[in-house]
């Protein structure tokens, strides 16, 4: 549709920008330029499109194309040229017709509704043979500065363009040259002075790729400095002196919100727009170290957001170039058959594991009734008595068969009191699925090293002196005083000091009973972020319990326990070797 032009004083000029199909070429494995840029401005109608006085963020948006960054103008984007006005040194259009474009897109642009080339028209006088031309990315207007670009911390997203293309941000910077022509219009095409990444994540791993793909939530990137943040422009360049430096400019997060922002495809991503497997965010040039990429999967089958991170020591980002990481998420997988009786002899869902011909193993909430009955079973606990000598000089009963290399009650003390836990957020895959959280603990050679003792000395006694491993009491555990403190979050910097348990949760009864009244009411019982490891020493006072390791950080207080339970309780006996 057509308007006619109000009357004014003032000269309307038209310019048609010309956005080139693919201006930010791929540097994934060298920084090359993309030769296919040919500006063609064939075909544009100038027409006057009504002023939006309340505009929200301008943005360019783009797509990956595979062999680089193709942009398009979205709506509310806007130019400025060197043309002062009496407010400022740069006018800003006062018309254009992107928004034409979107409605009647059957006439214009690639068939999908994007547009590379636009028209936008200035009030004032133009008589020079060329003026500079910028784009400045979001939140700008014709009343506010002209010599910055601001890249946003959050929602820095350009594409590519899926459902809710208002909640796209973007810092985004490009400049030009508008050559006059010989009608009195000007032509000119951009060329973008800031950095892309692509992302492209893929998994061979099912936990991530049924269903139609696992969803990342957002990505976040972090560095040893600034990447967003307000930049001043120096010449038709991003003056990098003027980096921020507070530390909250040094993480950056890239999520198109109100809408599943990105699945996980099985190979290397198709480029579908129907499906968009690939995200698009924008960085400051330059060299960056201790370079972080952190996607963020949830809520998860465990009820957790977990993260996947990747750290790269050294990347460099060009101006005006995209470079692609197509990561291949590959986290560690964990069995299924970790859950034991406490010592049995076989495997808790022996027989009826959850990928076997007749599966009974849960995987979430459900009951079942194929658990181990009675003594019978393989996969029954070991009934030898616990420890009951009065003189704490009978050989100690431990465990002998899948409980054996667990450690013993002594040990699990020293981990409580010196053992400095991390509780992590990193994603892993147990039985198909997606699961995050471990909890990481100092080995006992470190806790021996540090305490001046010997390893085979922290296994004869606790800390207290004790040898718990032949006392008919149960340790108080309030007198075992956590040295460490607070939980610590994250990993540990002194990685080679320490190991990890993931929480892989465990099997029991809906009630805490055991009765003969509830014999089918057997189910996963897996507290979101907790884990159930048993010991090799069963407790005493009880010819049924031993001793767990419990780890529940959503738990308020002791959130390590050490406790006596009941040995039918299918729980891991995973501890690592090196521990």
Known sequence: MKRKKKKTGLLPLALAAVLFTACAADDAD?????????????????????????????????????????????????????????????????????????????????????????????????????????????????????????????????????LHKDYMQTGDFATGIAHRQADGTYTFKLEHKASYITFRPFSTQKAFTKWGGATIEDITISADQALCGKFDIKGDTIDLSSRPTDENHKKVTCANYKNVFLRIPSEEPPLHLEDPSHAIMVVPPGTYTNFTVRYRFGPNFNFSTGYVTKTYPRVTFTAGKNKVISQKIQVEEYPGDTYYMWDAAEPYWKGHEWNSSDPAQPIGGFVTDHYPKSNTDSRWYNEIPSYAGADGAAPAVAASRSCKDCPNINELLWYRVYGAPYVDDEVYVLMDHIWCGRVWLKKLSTIAREQGKTVAELKEKAPDGVDYTRSTKIPDMDSFHVVSGELGTGKPNNMTDYFSLPFLGGYGPTENDFSPSHPKRWMFGNTPGAAFYWSSTPAPGSPDKAYVWEVDPSKRFDKFDIKPENRRFGFSRMWPADR
Do not use: C
């Not at 040919?38 to 100038?46: E, F, S, V």
């Not at 068939?111 to 028209?119: I, L, R």
């Open 30 to 162: 060298t920084d090359r330029q993309n030769p296919k840029q040919n500006p063609d401005t064939a075909g544009l109608t100038a027409f006057v499109m009504e002023d939006s006085t309340d505009s929200p963020a301008t943005r360019l948006v783009g797509e990956h194309t595979g062999s680089g960054v193709r942009f398009y103008w979205s709506r509310y984007d806007r130019i400025f040229v060197d043309n002062p006005t009496e407010n400022a040194e740069w006018r800003a259009d006062k018309e254009n017709n992107i928004y034409d474009l979107i409605v009647n897109s059957s006439t214009s642009g690639t068939g999908d509704g994007k547009f590379p080339k636009a028209k936008f028209w200035f009030e004032g006088e133009f008589t020079k043979p060329e003026y500079r031309v910028r784009f400045l990315g979001r939140d700008h207007d014709r009343y506010r500065y002209f010599d910055k670009i601001q890249i946003e911390s959050e929602g820095n997203y350009i594409g590519p363009e899926i």
